[in-house]
């Protein structure tokens, strides 16, 4: 992935999607605070307490319903072949 596509995305994602929100990831409640770009990709980055942990956004599992701009998340998985 070329790293200007991924920070044109990451921008478009990180204006549109509501954030902070809350998504299970490995059984345990996390929330989601932000996204940013890290190397080649984009992250979530997820708070629990005072852990913080990177999630690769396509590998992030979306709340139901999802939240606002989630659609941005789609386009990013649909782009990366995903």
């Not at 549109?16 to 490995?26: K, M, S």
């Not at 996390?30 to 852990?51: F, M, N, Q, Y």
């Not at 590998?59 to 701009?69: K, N, Q, R, S, V």
């Amino acid at each position: 992935m070329a790293s200007k596509d991924n920070a044109a995305l990451e921008a478009m994602i990180e204006e549109h999607l509501a954030v902070p929100f809350t998504t299970t990831v490995l059984g345990v409640e996390a929330t989601v605070r932000k996204v940013e770009l890290a190397a080649d990709s984009i992250v979530a980055v997820c708070a629990r307490g005072r852990h913080r942990q990177r999630i690769d956004l396509l590998d992030l599992p979306l709340p139901t319903p999802a939240p606002d701009g989630a659609a941005w998340i789609d386009a990013y998985r649909h782009w990366a072949g995903r």
